[in-house]
């Protein structure tokens, strides 16, 4: 057994220690803090939960802490996240784990039921946004037994890149020389041990919606309608894009109307679905060679230097991130003339003189999304459109981190940096208010795809939600 469990611990580029040392022999099971990974299948840290559990003979228990106050999150994440958790407590029971919902700070919900519970050892998840990184913290300094945290949703571990990498063309080769490595699916293992029932059993929340919506008191950006989370509707999501949509991805993932991408960025933020189970399905699909290498590479090569980002830089929130080239032509070019001022007001009512802006910041406070093509493009008028760039930087995260969403991810904070902040990008011909820091115009991106069938479609959806 201590063999076994041995080699389960031993040092792997996906494996965290936030606390050393050997599972206490007298625990009574292992727990899995799910957080970022919120999904019963295809789940390295769950994975590790299980197999310890085996080693070690004890039964496996998945706890979950909600919590009303996080940053940016409105009442459309909550019911997106729920959608997540119920479909993770079926998934879980039919690999014999137990699932336990309390709401709460996460890691005041996890020291506390730790102490309940008395286990071995906690596995968690990681994520490399600041709050989790604090939870995670906060429990490794009062956990008093071992803590490992796994980091489920990369395919290419984020330890292989421990500094901060300068643009895509640093990371790609890295992540190419060992991606072979980690294309491998996750077998969904079960537990052997189920909870003893002459044992208290552990007690959470019901998993009813409107019940826990009421509790948490949450408001802000409602619920959108049919869009839904949880990792059936990612399955669902992903047969139809490698169907119908993956094989003309090389060519057409610019079009916004209708969509020609994967739509599951959402999922993914969550953790409903994992990038190594949609990267698996794209390399086994018949879709062109070429549409599945540019799937890929967003999949893999932008999302994840997107994590690395996240990662290593601490101000990845804020223009300070951003390189000092581009701080520095934004600074020498802050008070230049600027034709059009918009409040944040106007911005979030969507009150400019411009209707592909309008339609796509409307897009995304109706239905909690927008086409990539159309977020770069809406950041960079926000730029132009108001005082100075790191005023600029804030209104765009507030508007994406609390109506898309898949806002208030690594992906977002790294979308605006490149956008307002040169990130990862190179200095291009110098202009005003931009200086060197890269510029789209209404005339070329309108032009790049049919902008006057988006803007009605828009229109029409607009018009559907006010009056139907
Ligand atoms: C200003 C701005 C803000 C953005 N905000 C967010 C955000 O809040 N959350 C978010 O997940 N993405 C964000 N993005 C990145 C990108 O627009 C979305 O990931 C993409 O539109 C999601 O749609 P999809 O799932 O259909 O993508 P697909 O084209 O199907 O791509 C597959 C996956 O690759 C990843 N991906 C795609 N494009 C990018 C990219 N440019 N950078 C990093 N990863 C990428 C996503 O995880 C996506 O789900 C932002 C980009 C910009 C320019």
């Known amino acids: 057994m201590a063999d076994r469990v041995e080699t389960l611990l031993k040092d792997h580029p996906r494996v965290r220690v936030l606390r050393e040392g050997f599972p206490d022999p007298e625990?009574?099971?292992?727990?899995?803090?799910?957080?970022?990974?919120?999904?019963?299948k295809d789940n390295a840290a769950l994975n590790l939960a299980i197999a310890l559990g085996n080693a070690l003979k004890k039964p496996v228990v998945a706890v979950f802490g909600l919590t009303a106050n996080y940053p940016g999150a409105q009442e459309r994440h909550y019911h997106f996240l729920i959608d997540g958790l119920i479909d993770a407590a079926g998934d879980l029971a039919d690999r014999g784990v137990r699932f336990v919902l309390r709401t709460g700070s996460p890691d005041r919900v996890v020291k506390e039921f730790a102490s309940e519970v008395r286990p071995a050892i906690v596995i968690g998840d990681d994520n490399p946004i600041r709050v989790g990184r604090e939870w995670r913290d906060s429990v490794a300094r009062d956990l008093e037994i071992p803590f490992r945290?796994?980091?489920?949703?990369?395919?290419?571990?984020?330890?292989?890149?421990?500094?901060?990498?300068?643009?895509?063309?640093t990371i790609r080769p890295k992540i190419h020389r060992v991606l072979n490595d980690y294309l491998k699916p996750i077998p969904n293992i079960k537990a052997n041990v189920q909870w003893p029932i002459d044992l208290a059993a552990p007690?959470?929340?019901?998993?009813?919606?409107?019940?826990?919506?009421?509790?948490?008191?949450?408001?802000?950006?409602?619920?959108?309608?049919n869009y839904r989370g949880g990792t059936r509707e990612a399955e669902r999501r992903l047969k139809l894009f490698i169907e119908k949509r993956l094989p003309r991805y090389a060519t057409d993932r610019n079009e916004p109307t209708p969509y020609m991408t994967s739509e599951l960025s959402a999922h993914l933020h969550f953790g409903h679905i994992g990038p190594l189970t949609l990267a698996l399905a794209a390399i086994a699909s018949e879709a062109p060679r070429e549409s599945v290498d540019v799937y890929l590479e967003e999949l893999i090569v932008r999302r994840e230097l997107a994590i690395n980002y996240v990662w290593r830089n601490d101000r990845y929130d804020r223009l300070e991130g951003c390189p000092e080239w581009a701080l520095g032509?934004?600074?020498?070019?802050?008070?230049?003339?600027?034709?059009?001022?918009?409040?944040?007001?106007?911005?979030?009512?969507?009150?400019?003189?411009?209707?592909?802006?309008?339609?796509?910041?409307?897009?995304?406070?109706?239905?909690g999304r927008m086409h990539n093509y159309l977020r770069m493009y809406w950041a960079k008028k926000i730029l132009e459109w108001t005082p100075d760039a790191a005023t600029a930087f804030r209104i765009a995260v507030d508007l994406n981190d609390r109506y898309e969403m898949d806002g208030r991810d690594p992906n977002g904070?790294?979308?605006?940096?490149?956008?307002?902040?040169?990130?990862?990008?190179?200095?291009?011909?110098?202009?005003?208010?931009?200086?060197?820091?890269?510029?789209m115009s209404y005339a070329s991106t309108s032009k790049k795809f049919d902008s006057n069938a988006y803007i009605a479609r828009v229109r029409s959806l607009e018009q559907k939600i006010l009056f139907d």
């Open 413 to 439: 904070y790294t979308g605006i940096a490149w956008a307002i902040g040169g990130k990862h990008d190179r200095p291009w011909p110098e202009r005003p208010i931009f200086g060197t820091v890269r510029f």
């Open 203 to 225: 007690m959470g929340e019901a998993l009813e919606r409107y019940d826990l919506i009421k509790t948490l008191n949450v408001g802000g950006a409602g619920r959108v309608e």
């Open 27 to 40: 625990g009574r099971c292992v727990v899995y803090w799910m957080q970022r990974a919120q999904r019963g």
């Open 149 to 169: 945290c796994v980091d489920a949703d990369v395919v290419v571990p984020s330890s292989l890149f421990p500094k901060e990498e300068y643009a895509a063309r």
């Open 329 to 367: 032509t934004l600074a020498e070019h802050r008070a230049d003339h600027r034709p059009h001022l918009y409040s944040s007001d106007d911005l979030e009512f969507a009150r400019t003189h411009d209707p592909l802006w309008n339609a796509s910041q409307k897009e995304m406070v109706l239905t």
